[in-house]
């Protein structure tokens, strides 16, 4: 039986992070980031990750992808993660609200709203501006 090819955030077009990419519960990167966890195995995290890329430029903070796709990842247990996709909000690497999906269905359009009122709510600095006002 032939293996099922290996699929990546990399095309995604934000950032991937790595187990690397994070001290213990802190993200090793300066400023307002929103970071999705995800698995590309998970169904939910699939449909999700579109919807999430489309809002970069638009939210307060970088937009991200921590690839978990790894079931061993040292991520999982970090974070607490129970369910792909879920948003975590770090301002100066300390993680301040998060958004945990939810069983069958992971995230819908209502969470990243709610994830804009969070960044806003931390004030948002240290993202670039892309998007024209």
Do not use: H
Not at 16 to 44: H, N
Not at 51 to 74: T, W, Y
Not at 114 to 129: C, D
């Amino acid at each position: 039986m032939p293996q099922e090819p290996r699929r990546s955030w990399d095309s995604a077009g934000l950032e991937v992070l790595r187990t690397s990419d994070f001290e213990a519960q802190r993200l090793k990167r300066p400023g307002t980031y929103a970071v999705c966890f995800g698995a590309t195995w998970c169904s939910p995290t699939r449909g999700f990750v579109p919807k999430f890329v489309a809002r970069n430029g638009r939210l307060p903070a970088r937009l991200a992808i921590a690839d978990i796709s790894d079931r061993e990842d040292q991520l999982w247990d970090a974070f607490r993660i129970k369910i792909t996709p879920t948003l975590v909000a770090f301002r100066e690497g300390t993680a301040l609200g998060r958004i945990d999906g939810r069983r069958f269905i992971g995230l819908r359009d209502s969470d990243l709203d709610r994830l804009a009122e969070l960044l806003s709510k931390l004030g948002g600095q240290g993202a670039p501006s892309t998007a024209s006002a």
